[in-house]
């Protein structure tokens, strides 16, 4: 008995506590950036969690460091697009419908892409460049037919598909490939937006 | 809809064949990522003090921006309580359902209850929605 009241008391101390800090006049922080690594060898990074979409706009800002330059002794997958972030459609895995930024080490800059899969079909679409420690605004929204893409003023649009309306909806995290992993720890920094 | 409704409605039948069970209501403001938001729950309070039951919340205000994140949340809670005072309980929540009529979302949280009376409580809950945490605060009471 004691040792629950115990806990009780410790729960109630930290609930209030994070109720009071987080509930506060203080604005939530925006520039918070969560740091994806992608290891040496590895496709995936690792700090990737399973989340669902909330809403129909996914929006971030990104940063890239010196670790995305990057250059293949195959040279024929320097084109092969590194996904950064979006989601999969409704009810679907991301190889049928999904949406997300995709970026290249290609001419000496790290290229922006729309890459989306549309009933199993991908579909690229380039949208501009980005520079190292350049923190760029991105973000994706669905509409009933399309996938709309904004990158630097950029707005593209993809023909959607979807399977169903209403579903789970998958976060998509940094991906390393195409079909060759990290040559050397990939750094991305992003930060969610909710406005 | 249907079929969760006749779930409730079996489940609530089932166990009103067993003493010290009652309807109970609340009310609670949760801030989130997306914006603070104000609802409300239904639910029928178990003999453990558990609870299950609807609920529906909707973000409290929105400028032209920001009127794409306004998502309405509704669906089933569950409440598993895991430790129990006579003054005090501490829960597991879980809600499901949908965000803006289309999208299925599952928080988790925790809940801290403090019983002012036997059918008023104080509530403080902890939850993880759209990749951050949320805070909540509000009252239950006892309908019958």
């Known amino acids: 008995m004691k040792r629950n009241r115990l806990i009780i008391f410790q729960s109630i101390i930290i609930l209030t506590m994070l109720a009071i800090i987080l509930t506060s006049c203080e604005p939530a922080p925006e520039d918070f950036y969560e740091i994806f690594k992608i290891k040496e060898g590895d496709h995936y990074c690792d700090t990737r969690h399973p989340e669902s979409l909330q809403s129909n706009r996914l929006s971030f800002k990104a940063k890239f460091d010196e670790s995305a330059r990057y250059l293949f002794k195959e040279t024929g997958f320097q084109d092969s697009k590194n996904k950064l972030m979006g989601f999969s459609d409704c009810n679907s895995y991301h190889h049928e419908n999904s949406a997300r930024f995709a970026w290249q080490w290609y001419n000496d800059r790290i290229e922006i892409f729309a890459y989306c899969y549309v009933e199993g079909v991908r579909v690229e679409k380039f949208l501009g460049a980005t520079s190292f420690n350049e923190t760029a605004s991105y973000a994706l929204e669905i509409t009933t037919d399309h996938y709309v893409f904004y990158f630097k003023g950029v707005r593209e649009e993809i023909e959607r598909k979807a399977p169903c309306e209403r579903g789970v909806y998958m976060i998509l995290w940094p991906y390393f490939g195409g079909q060759l992993p990290a040559p050397h720890d990939i750094t991305i920094q992003i930060s969610r937006q909710y406005n | ?144």
């Open chain 2, 1 to 144: 809809m249907k079929t969760i409704l006749t779930l409730f409605i079996v489940g609530v039948l089932c166990l009103d064949a067993q003493a010290q069970q009652h309807f109970v209501a609340g009310s609670y403001i949760e801030a989130t990522t997306i914006g603070n938001q104000a609802g409300g729950w239904l639910g029928y309070q178990t003999r453990k003090n558990g609870a299950y039951g609807f609920f529906f919340q909707k973000n409290i205000r929105s400028t032209e921006q920001t009127a794409f994140l306004t998502n309405s949340f509704y669906g089933g809670v569950a409440k598993l309580n895991l430790v129990n005072t006579f003054r005090m309980s501490f829960a597991m929540v879980i809600r499901a359902g949908l965000v803006s009529d289309k999208f299925y979302v599952v928080v988790p949280g925790a809940e801290t209850k403090i019983h002012f009376t036997k059918g008023l409580h104080f509530t403080t809950g902890l939850a993880w929605r759209a990749g951050k945490p949320a805070v909540s605060m509000g009252i239950t009471f006892k309908l019958f």
